[in-house]
């Protein structure tokens, strides 16, 4: 007569070890923590290097097998400093997808950093990504070329005027010392209509007033594209999706900056 009732507790708690992710989490044991600032610790500053090597790829999401051909791909060129994942990570902003294609990516034999992406910020994507990469907006200094990464997914900030935020890009864009030149990364572009068009002229002002800006970065789209907002002669790159297996090799020497496009 006792059996019965341990029977059922027992496989009570078989069946709670047994659950589905919830799409409201944003963290559990599994889950990477703060992976942007381990591998830019990782990558150093790069003082010594006199040419900047990167792969700009983007929107990894629905693409965990792409993402795994991708890393041994990228794996297979000389010469990587770091690898920039431009946003959406995830379709819906899950933790479960954010962790597959970060353990894919951990794979990468060079450090690689993320930017939030428009996918990322639904349900509780941005909370899970700022546990897991961390803050939206951010930059590093690498081979004398400062990096912007910023958040420009203005439609899931119901266009309110800061996404992106205009005041904290001038003050990255500011003259500092051992930096010669500058690199924006963000995720959707400003010939998109999910930026937000108030900002696009003072957005593309603040590039082009600024000595030695390279280029802006972005993905998004899921097709590549270089484009000219203005006269200013600075170039827009967007890279090709994950699912379309390409990426963008980017490299900078004595401050040009070249590009090819990768299919694997």
Request: glycine share 6%; net charge negative.
């Amino acid at each position: 007569m006792f059996l019965v009732p341990a029977l059922i507790t027992v496989m009570g708690l078989m069946s709670c070890n047994n659950f589905e992710y919830s799409p409201n989490q944003v963290f559990d044991k599994n889950s990477y923590k703060d992976i942007n600032a381990g591998n830019l610790k990782r990558l150093g500053d790069g003082r010594k290097d006199d040419t900047v090597r990167f792969i700009l790829s983007g929107d990894t999401q629905r693409s965990r097998d792409e993402t795994i051909r991708f890393t041994k791909k990228a794996n297979e060129i000389p010469g990587i400093d770091f690898v920039v994942v431009a946003g959406d990570i995830t379709e819906y902003g899950v933790l479960q997808e954010m962790e597959w294609i970060s353990r894919s990516l951990s794979k990468l034999k060079a450090p690689y950093v993320a930017v939030i992406g428009n996918h990322d910020l639904t349900s509780r994507g941005r909370e899970a990504f700022m546990n897991m990469f961390g803050p939206l907006n951010y930059s590093f200094v690498y081979g004398g070329v400062k990096f912007v990464c910023h958040d420009t997914n203005s439609r899931e900030h119901k266009f309110n005027g800061e996404a992106p935020n205009i005041p904290w890009l001038k003050a990255e864009l500011q003259a500092q010392e051992g930096v010669n030149n500058y690199i924006a990364i963000s995720h959707v572009p400003p010939n998109s209509a999910d930026f937000d068009p108030k900002l696009i002229a003072d957005y593309t002002a603040t590039f082009a007033a600024v000595p030695g800006f390279l280029a802006s970065l972005h993905a998004h789209t899921h097709r590549y594209e270089l484009f000219y907002p203005d006269n200013s002669g600075i170039p827009y790159f967007v890279t090709s999706a994950m699912g379309n297996e390409e990426f963008l090799l980017i490299e900078i020497i004595n401050h040009k900056l070249s590009f090819e496009r990768i299919h694997f």
